[in-house]
């Protein structure tokens, strides 16, 4: 490795400054779970380095929505349990060290099919506050995935902000071993009823794209109706038939086409099952 | 590429070390400290054997920048060996026979020492949680499981480690 110079800036104001003084050549780093092992395996040669770990951006408040600093760590949100499906998709993430050092505003980054945490917050329409020297603005977590994780030039991540969730939520991580694996499919799902009806869901997938993605068409099928064996499996299977995922050394796309029926099915079935 | 001076507690001792930018913590342990019971596998995250504690959590020095830990506790498995012995988690491994070619051994040392100092009752379940950043190619994982719980037995029993 030949970094020339390594940044650890002290605040998010001079975070963006030097962002905007050094340009798209300073590599940024949160946690360093991606960037450091890419730099170590060579796949990643930067002259200059920053570091985010003492800019301060590493708590959970809530206030209205909670926020979560683009740097809190994984264990930090595990143990935080104001809203339950995100502690446990940090707690479904990798191992206990890496948890310790792994930024939930890295594993928005992270590629298909890690990325545990960003599938939860897809589910619960999360929104993403960017700061750059001159301004901030805030912009969907879908907008960020459809636009394939750019931000503009000069741009840094600072928190994530939920919305409190009105309705159930599950999340099932679903891999070939119990913990400490990369998923094979990954589906969180947040579903308001009243009385027997749908009347609002929101279904994200992971390991079947590029970016977690939302199940549009199974969302709509359910909207409406009531959640019942017949309702469930046709959601099921259209979710399944609208995606085609990739093969890897996890599994392969024909696999994980079945196991997203048999995942949301359970999903829906829990939530079917569980008092509202 | 300008060299820093990182100050930090290593082992509980103040430790002073030079560095050029971005240096892991690992590099700096093994070749410019000499304390090679922190190991290289793969430098990737997924081994495990690379495992320090960090102000008592456990984090993987193949992935940390030096710079990073200033100001900050760090131990590895030296710190944790008394000069007269071994600390009760290393007694518990040897009498188990939870080490073959102990290249995982520190790592799986330093992490079942992180879990007894919150959890000093682990399940087998917690236990295996807690692990499974630390990949072993020899022993199976059993008799490791089984000399965790021996020694969350040993250190209940008041044989207390440092
Ligand atoms: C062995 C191993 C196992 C893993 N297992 C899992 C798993 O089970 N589930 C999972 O989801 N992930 C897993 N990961 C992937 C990864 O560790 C996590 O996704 C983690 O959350 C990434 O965060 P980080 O802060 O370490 O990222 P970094 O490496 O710090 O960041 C990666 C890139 O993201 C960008 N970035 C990060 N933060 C910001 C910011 N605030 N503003 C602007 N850009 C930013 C930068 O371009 C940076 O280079 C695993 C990784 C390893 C090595
Ligand atoms: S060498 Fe650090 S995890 Fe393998
Ligand atoms: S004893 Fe050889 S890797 Fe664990």
């Known amino acids: 490795m030949i970094v020339k110079d390594y940044f650890l800036p002290e605040s998010l104001d001079e975070a963006v400054t030097l962002l905007a003084e050094r340009g798209p050549d300073l590599l940024v780093m949160a946690g360093g779970t991606i960037a450091m092992m890419r730099m170590n395996e060579g796949h990643l040669l930067p002259d200059q380095v920053m570091g985010l770990r003492r800019v301060g951006l590493d708590a959970i408040t809530i206030n209205g929505k909670l926020s979560i600093g683009a740097t809190t760590t994984l264990s930090t949100l595990a143990n935080n349990e104001s809203v339950p499906m995100l502690s446990q998709a940090a707690r479904s993430a990798a191992s206990w060290s890496l948890r310790n050092m792994a930024t939930v505003g890295g594993n928005l980054f992270a590629r298909n099919p890690y990325g545990d945490v960003a599938t939860a917050l897809l589910a619960l329409n999360a929104d993403l506050r960017v700061i750059n020297r001159n301004g901030e603005r805030v912009l969907p977590l879908a907008d960020f995935f459809a636009a394939n994780r750019q931000l503009e030039p000069g741009e840094l991540l600072a928190d994530i902000l939920v919305p409190p969730p009105t309705g159930q939520t599950v999340y099932h991580k679903f891999g070939r071993r119990a913990y400490n694996t990369p998923a094979v499919v990954t589906i969180a799902a947040h579903i308001t009823r009243d009385g027997d009806s749908v009347t609002a869901a929101s279904i994200a997938l992971n390991g079947v794209a590029a970016t977690p993605v939302r199940a549009i068409p199974a969302e709509k099928m359910l909207v409406g109706q009531p959640l019942n064996g017949e309702t469930i499996t046709a959601a099921a299977q259209a979710a399944a038939e609208t995606v085609d995922p990739p093969s890897d050394a996890v599994a392969s796309g024909w696999y994980r086409q079945r196991m997203v029926r048999v995942i949301l099915e359970r999903v829906l079935t829990q939530i079917m099952e569980q008092e509202q | ?162």
């Open chain 2, 1 to 162: 590429m300008a060299s820093k001076v990182v100050s930090f507690t290593l082992n509980g001792r103040e430790t002073e070390v030079m560095v050029k930018p971005l240096t892991t913590l690992q590099v700096v342990l093994r070749e410019q400290l000499g304390h090679t019971a922190t190991k290289t596998g793969c430098r990737q995250g997924g081994c495990g054997s690379c495992t320090v504690l960090l102000n008592g959590e456990p984090v993987l020095s193949c992935l940390l920048p030096a710079e990073d830990v200033a100001g900050q506790q760090v131990t590895t498995l030296e710190g944790l060996t008394p000069i007269d012995g071994l600390h009760p988690v290393q007694r518990a491994f040897f009498d188990h026979y939870a080490v073959q070619c102990g290249y995982c051994s520190p790592g799986m040392i330093l992490t079942t020492k992180a879990l007894l100092d919150r959890n000093p009752t682990p399940s087998r379940e917690e236990i295996v949680e807690a692990i499974s950043g630390n990949i072993c190619r020899c022993t199976g994982y059993t008799a490791i499981i089984e000399a965790v719980e021996a020694a969350a037995q040993a250190l209940k029993g008041g044989q207390n480690g440092r």
